[in-house]
């Protein structure tokens, strides 16, 4: 890049002092070549961008308006010529458009009046005003490409995984290289349990190309689902061939996730092969996510089949399912209930979310004592809106036992839920308790 800009100013100040016959060479163009290499443009877009340098520079010198300019780059032959198209008349009153038949004839002595005439820009012409403007232009026209070619590059790779190195490490985000590249790894998009150094080679997922002003940016994910699923179709070759298929995946990152898989032939073991001999491909994807648990689960198209297994590792007494809803009431012996929650209540979310039902895992002796008339989904309740029911359950309140046990600046805290609405409903869910208890 410091070779590009050195090369940049010594051409601008050539142009200032040196003769048109030591301008209009191959070393003009060379000069436009190192900056190039250095960019990564092509040699057909540097010859457009000469070629409109130059035309600008007319349009800044003799005004926007007039556009009888033109210039011919010769890669090749390393040729630069600019051209103005005049009329030639027998006095000019227009020194942009006109040329004297006087000065024409001493050029082409068979020119007469009205015939065109071509003229040769001769850049010593240019100020330094104009020099400046083209060392601006110039920039911006790079600076462009650079976009373009970013974008060109890594728009078809969103989504696959990318192995780079740490540039340099900031509070909120950590700033990766990867051919020659610059991406960005944002701290709410990596693992929690993720420390990196400068230098350390990183692995991580293009989540997106971000557009701004100040041109694309390349985001990197270690959380997104599709990582994870990735890191498999690497590991497993039955699943990049398509003998199995990834059903599902929901992540709760650097804790535990879990990944529904299904074969299509039957002679192989889909979890059997994701787990690999002796457990290899998959603690190799565990160590990858800094020992974040993964429970694969084989595939069933009965749900409470798929439900059973999601939960694992509890296992639950006795299911009972709406799946109209989708919902589902999973009950589990007392001790094992806070092993079907999980840690924060990860391990029946991810049940959830893998499974498309809600879930709520319930104590067989609460079950039994007849207060599973509580864990009911809020649909049931009237007077309850589906944007109501939707604003809840960002908030993970999903069933009448998760409004009860719920505080009251939590419930309040809710999009939409004021101190009158939050009164109305928990009046008809007391009504709809009482109307169970009849």
């Not at 090369?7 to 060479?25: A, G, M, S, V």
């Not at 780059?73 to 010529?81: A, F």
Request: proline residues 3%.
């Amino acid at each position: 890049m410091e070779r590009g800009r050195l090369t940049l100013f010594l051409f601008i100040r050539q142009i200032i002092n040196e003769r048109i016959d030591k301008l209009i060479n191959k070393d003009i163009i060379d000069a436009f070549k190192i900056i190039a290499k250095d960019k990564d443009i092509e040699t057909v877009n540097l010859s457009y961008i000469i070629e409109e340098l130059f035309v600008n520079l007319m349009h800044k010198k003799y005004g926007e308006e007039n556009d009888n300019f033109s210039c011919i780059v010769n890669m090749d032959k390393g040729e630069i010529e600019i051209y103005q198209e005049k009329i030639i008349v027998d006095q000019v009153s227009d020194s942009v458009h006109e040329k004297s038949l006087e000065d024409a004839k001493k050029i082409e002595p068979d020119l007469e009046i009205g015939d065109p005439f071509i003229e040769v820009i001769n850049p010593d012409s240019f100020g330094r005003r104009l020099i400046f403007h083209a060392k601006q232009f110039l920039a911006q026209k790079i600076k462009n490409i650079e976009k373009e070619s970013i974008l060109q590059q890594f728009s078809s790779k969103v989504n696959e995984v990318i192995i780079g190195n740490v540039h340099q490490i900031q509070k909120d985000r950590i700033f990766v290289t990867h051919e020659n590249t610059e991406m960005i790894l944002y701290k709410d998009q990596q693992i929690p349990t993720d420390r990196y150094r400068r230098g350390e080679i990183i692995r991580a997922i293009i989540s997106e190309i971000f557009t701004s002003n100040k041109g694309p940016e390349i985001r990197l994910s270690r959380t997104n689902n599709n990582f994870l699923e990735r890191l498999f179709e690497i590991e497993v070759p039955e699943i990049e061939d398509g003998i199995i298929e990834i059903k599902s995946i929901a992540r709760a990152p650097g804790d535990r996730s879990k990944i529904v898989v299904f074969s299509s032939d039957r002679r192989i073991d889909a979890v059997g092969a994701c787990v690999g001999m002796r457990g290899s491909r998959i603690q190799s994807i565990v160590r990858e996510l800094n020992g974040e648990k993964i429970d694969i689960i084989n595939w069933s198209d009965r749900p409470e089949v798929l439900i059973s297994r999601s939960i694992a590792p509890a296992k639950p007494y006795d299911l009972y399912m709406d799946e109209e809803k989708p919902y589902a009431v999973a009950v589990f012996e007392d001790d094992e209930l806070a092993i079907a929650i999980g840690k924060n209540g990860h391990n029946i979310k991810l049940a959830s979310q893998v499974t498309g039902y809600t879930i709520d895992a319930v104590k067989k002796s609460e079950y039994n004592k007849g207060e599973s008339k509580n864990i009911v989904p809020l649909s049931e309740i009237n007077g309850i809106s589906e944007s109501q029911i939707l604003n809840f359950k960002d908030k993970d309140i999903v069933s009448v036992s998760d409004f009860l046990e719920s505080k009251k600046e939590i419930l309040l805290s809710v999009k939409g839920i004021g101190q009158k609405t939050l009164e109305k409903l928990t009046e008809s869910i007391n009504e709809y308790l009482e109307s169970k208890s009849i």
